[in-house]
């Protein structure tokens, strides 16, 4: 399984918090790419909710400020 942020997005508008099955049924409904539904179902379910996309990868950017160099540095 791996995440890009690209493949991640795809999640934003899901309906959190959602289980595995919910997620991979919005995924199939929303037409995301199928990278995004074979990641779901590798998920190891434990019939928990997830609250938000960083529940599935720990990484994800919180803030759009991780990808954007500092314009006053240089």
Known sequence: MYWTLELATKLEDAPWPATKEELIDFAIRSGAPMEVIENLQEIEDEGEAYE????????????????????EEY
């Not at 529940?55 to 954007?68: A, E, I, N, Q, R």
């Open 52 to 71: 938000s996309i960083e529940d599935l990868w720990p990484d994800y950017p919180s803030t759009d400020d991780d990808f954007f160099f500092d314009a």
